[in-house]
């Protein structure tokens, strides 16, 4: 069994890290195989997957994630601005930073649980979001948000000469260079940017891998079910639960950071309490606790997004053309509510529908599906192979 | 020699005074057993064992080693376990895994961040666990979800992850309540099993006088917040002062 087990783990790897790579293949006949937002399903996977290790693992539910992300963020930019504009400094200082941030918040918040512990990390999330906004201003820029801009230093770079702002690079690789394929039909985009957050999305998940197989991962899987017995067992459950928290921090930073070396600006509004409401559904919808649930919610909820966010009324109108006048506005009135500005309502419609009917998330519902499957499957086998077993009445 | 030793113990809740001046001493290798009327102060007495309760004045020491203001867990690092009065188990997770769970807090301590190996190429914790899941009886279930096990099998379960810590002292709180007589007579199988085997010093806290009088090996009674006679389980039975206790005053 445990061999098996392994080659589990093998295959899902395997699976894995094919299903990302193909990504722009994968995706392209459903609209979604452009880079900018393929980018964002790999970085809000990490992002969604290092808070899975808190909340999937250990049961304490954070608001504040988004915290990291903006801390992130701002760090990779002031490396742009500073050093060089090569992302690998970028993201070390980025998880870096957002490590010490989120060992400074989680010793004090993890003083408490449940539903304190949450609105600790609320309160947190929305102290650095207000400090960015005003502030810290000095290091921040308000408002407009953290950019480049010509005269920074950026001290390993050299001069700049080309009188543009220079891009975000990988030891040359720009970021923003797409090929470009024409394929039945389809164009497909294969983008530096994106590989580099999938290489990255793809070892977030294999570390992610290690941390649930192992015995560490296990006692916070204990803390999750009974944090008294494992007291009373001779464990700290303190240190385990500071250890995932940071953990988790240093995965938001990572997003955060990524995000930064896609798109060289960090805005307050990446801290705000909507982002991290945000991660929280994306993990909860994949489904808490599992290794793939948090990624799969992550891309769903960014897929539609971006597809009912480019509704608008024109779109609904020429879809609806067919009807009666009347009905063809009623129609168009009522849906109007959902796509564009409002998807936010499909989304908690589609979050409610989750949490209501499948607790275990999408995942779930995927296993669900996959075992009606078989057990048609099954079951019609067995009636055709023991067409006698009936009892005879 | 006594391996847990408790002196002049006092205990008040505000004005109700629970512990009057507890003394008790278990001897290593036996089956202590506290027994007392509802209200007797056996659960705060049991309390400031574990470091839940700090006692107002007096000392309690384990091997010669002061528990007061230990925490939980340092408490059981030195060589103390505890079974609840309802089994406290991971129900989230397998039979196996439970089992699991304080054979790594043995190994690795009170906290270790061995995140990047792999539980199951961790041997020594496997062989452990198979053979504590062997003693207790359990191996055909080690693949259940902890929660679906039954009273009993709770019950011994919790044992089994008592025991993989091989502790030095147990302390029992009510092993067999709730449970029907089968169950308890299945507890008391397991309890004297183990000390047989083991010879692990335990101390029990119990109302049912067949599971005392069948386990222990010495027993203190407890009334009012005070240790009224401490003898062999021979002398208990006919005391005077016990049957006062018991039955508010016998004449």
Redesign the interface.
Known sequence: M?DK??NNDRMLMTLFTLMVLAGPILLAPFGAGYPDLLQRFCIFGIFAIGFNILFGLTGYLSFGHAAFLGVGSYSAVWMFKLLTMNVIPALILAVVIAGLFSLLIGFISLRRSGIYFSILTLAFAQMSFSLAYSVLTPITNGETGLQLTLNDPRILDGANTTGSLPSTNFFGLTMNSTAKFDFLGMVLQFNVGFYFCAVMLILAFYLAM??F???????L??I???Q??????????R??TL?AFV?SGMYAGLAGGLMACTDPLAGAERMQWTASGEVVLMTILGGAGTLLGPVLGAGFIKYFENIFSKINDNVLHSWFSFLPDGLEDLIVWVLHFFVGKGWHLTLGLLFMMVVIFLPGGLLQGASHIIDWIRGKKQSSSTQISNPNSMPAE | MSILEVQNVNKSFGGLKALQNVNLSVEEGTIHAIIGPNGAGKSTLLNCFIGKLIPDTGTVNFNGQSLLGMKAHEINQTGVSRVFQTPEIFSDLTVYENVMIPCFAKRDGSFSLNALSRVKQEIDVHEKAEQMMEDVNMADKKDMLASSLSRGDKRRLEMAMCLAQDPQLLLLDEPTAGMARADTNNTIDLLAEIQNKRHITMAVIEHDMHVVFSLAQKISVLAQGTVIVEDLPENIKGHPKVQEAYLGGAH
């Open positions: 445990i087990l392994q290690r941390i197989r192992s015995p560490f991962g296990l006692m899987k204990a999750k079910t009974n008294n017995r494992l007291n009373y067992t001779g464990v700290n459950t240190p385990y250890a953990i």
